[in-house]
């Protein structure tokens, strides 16, 4: 009897991961990526950031969290700011994007920051990003490599 109940149970918890870990890969339909690039970098550089636009289609806020890419092990939001006159780089823990309005990244502002790449880039070369948002759904997006003009 006891061990029956032991089995049962250990089914209902490995239902519970089996959708969490579905739950984790759901679809962001809500959101449009568009301009998504990767900027060139000095072959020696291991960093990088990239720059895109999120339209967020849907009647309420959305949040980004995070971003993944084979690219680097480390991929971070980051935000460039002026402190005591000095640029700086924060990391940021969430973007909003409001209902109805897109959020964009551009150079000398809000960025992806890829830190600790394992090879160089070259101009031309197509990056997968992954984009994950506070709701546990995501987006990924093949991004070029281009040269900043
Ligand atoms: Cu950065």
Do not use: W
Not at 34 to 63: E, F, K, Q
């Amino acid at each position: 009897m006891l061990k029956k109940t032991f089995t049962i149970l250990i089914v209902v918890i490995t239902t519970l991961f089996a959708v969490q870990t579905y739950a984790a890969k759901k679809l962001a339909h809500n959101v449009k990526i568009s301009d998504g690039y990767i900027r060139m970098v000095p072959n020696h550089l291991r960093v990088t950031a990239s720059y895109l636009t999120i339209n967020n289609t849907s009647s309420h806020a959305i949040y980004l969290v995070s971003a993944t890419s084979p690219l680097a092990k480390s991929v971070q939001l980051h935000k460039t700011e002026k402190v005591n006159g000095m640029m700086r780089m924060v990391q940021q823990q969430q973007i909003e994007i409001p209902a109805h309005d897109k959020f964009q990244f551009k150079p000398g502002a809000y960025h992806v920051m890829f830190i600790g790449m394992d090879k160089p880039i070259y101009v031309g070369e197509i990056v997968p990003v992954t984009l994950c948002f506070k709701d546990t759904s995501c987006a990924t997006v093949n991004m070029p490599v281009k040269s900043d003009k």
